[in-house]
């Protein structure tokens, strides 16, 4: 059976699938835990990114030569950017910028050297999955009860090494980018570089976001609370769906 793995960026948003794991099985491997085992009927592998471009890459890359996957998916949460992106709803990203990277005059603001890239984009059949369960975890009303109107979004995510809690500093990072076509939902700080190591092997990716905050004054504030109460069971509901699905 084909191998699915299943990224969080922080353990809250993992316990909630470990929990459901049937014939676990835990590997220490670059000094991470690895969790074999099934879930919904799926054979998958559960890590923790930990967080950052480095961190997930580092994760990325064992979970495919080490451990063989056959498609990656991320879960996580992250910083509204986009107009009406908003707390409690979900982006799906369909391509990933990294708006750290900056080797102008040399190429391109944003663009990866050597790739002649700016976006990795996601797998379509995987993203059109997540996004399907998305919107059906959405309507469920136990898990959205706090977010009646929440939406789901398809769109570009921006990664970075950094935490964006700033109103001042996110109008800029959206402005910035907007300045060289690239239209953000979302700022997170894993999912690109996770795209980019998929797009090197050849691994279908897709991800999957739950907005925390947005990125503003309070994003320091609103974020804790909302990973132990809203993303964590987000995040569980959305992978049972999309596994169901595939
Ligand atoms: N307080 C946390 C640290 C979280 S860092 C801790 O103690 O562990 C933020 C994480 O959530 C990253 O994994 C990032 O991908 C995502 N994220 C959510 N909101 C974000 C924002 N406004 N800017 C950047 N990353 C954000």
Redesign the pocket.
């Known amino acids: 059976m084909q191998s699915t793995a299943i990224l969080s960026?922080?353990?809250q948003e993992q316990h909630g699938l470990i929990e459901l794991l049937q014939r676990p099985s835990k590997v220490n491997r670059a000094g991470r835990d690895f969790w074999l085992g099934e879930l919904h009927g799926q054979s998958v592998v559960l890590a923790l990114?930990?967080?950052?471009k480095v961190a997930a890459a580092t994760t990325a890359t064992a979970l495919i030569e080490r451990f063989g996957v056959q498609r990656m998916v991320f879960t996580?949460?992250?910083?509204?950017l986009g107009v009406g992106v908003d707390v409690g709803d979900v982006v799906v990203g369909q391509s990933f910028v990294q708006h750290d990277l900056d080797a102008s005059p040399l190429f391109p603001r944003y663009e990866v050297p050597l790739y002649g890239k700016t976006q990795f984009g996601s797998d379509t059949v995987l993203t059109q999955q997540l996004l399907e369960a998305a919107r059906s975890t959405l309507k469920q009303r136990h898990v959205s009860q706090a977010y009646p109107a929440a939406k789901a979004h398809l769109g570009l995510i921006a990664?970075?090494d950094?935490?964006?809690?700033g109103a001042m500093e996110?109008n800029a990072l959206r402005a910035a980018l907007l300045a060289a076509n690239h239209d953000v939902l979302?700022?997170?700080?894993?999912?690109a570089a996770v795209a980019q190591v998929c797009h090197d092997y050849g691994i279908p990716f897709a991800a999957v976001?739950t907005?925390?905050?947005?990125?503003?004054d309070t994003?320091?504030v609103d974020?804790?609370s909302f990973?132990d109460q809203v993303a964590s069971q987000y995040a569980r509901t959305i992978v049972k769906t999309f596994l169901k699905l595939l």
Request: hydrophobic residues 45%; glycine residues 16%; neutral net charge.
């Open positions: 960026a922080l353990a990114s930990k967080i950052g996580g949460v992250a910083g509204g990664s970075g950094r935490f964006v809690s996110s979302a700022v997170e700080m894993e999912g976001r907005i925390s905050d947005r990125a503003d994003a320091h974020f804790p990973i």
